[in-house]
């Protein structure tokens, strides 16, 4: 059991930034691709950007290209998102999640998810 508690949401004007992070609770957790989703009110969940588990490939939603970036540090079993150029529209609540491969979270077949963390975007 892998357990992702995600922090670094909060309110942040349009144009503005914020790094979420999600720390996970095994060292397996190098073996995980990560990702990122968000849910806004309303809608369904989608998905946001990945990581392979080695952090040399990563893949992005065309709504965030550009402006955001994934990372992970495997020594502290952490992954961020780097959120630029933040809009209203980002406005959700942001869900960390591991998988078996880009592909796999890119498709939502994931193993396990974290809690989430509200990100609010004012105008």
């Known amino acids: 059991q892998v357990q992702l508690v995600e922090s670094g949401g909060g309110l942040v004007q349009a144009g503005g930034s914020l790094r979420l992070s999600c720390a996970a609770s095994?060292?397996?957790?190098?073996?995980?691709?990560m990702g990122w989703f968000r849910q806004a009110p309303g809608a369904e969940r989608e998905f946001v950007a990945a990581?392979?588990?080695?952090?040399?490939?990563?893949t992005y939603s065309d709504s965030v290209k550009g402006r955001f970036t994934i990372s992970r540090d495997n020594a502290e079993n952490t992954v961020y998102l780097q959120m630029n150029s933040l809009k209203p529209e980002d406005t959700a609540v942001y869900y960390c999640?591991?998988?078996?491969?880009?592909?796999?979270?890119?498709?939502?077949?994931?193993?396990?998810w974290g809690q989430g963390t509200q990100v609010t975007v004012s105008s």
């Open positions: 999640a591991a998988g078996r491969s880009l592909q796999a979270i890119r498709i939502m077949r994931t193993d396990y």
């Open positions: 095994k060292r397996t957790f190098s073996s995980y691709a």
């Open positions: 990581i392979s588990w080695s952090g040399t490939g990563t």
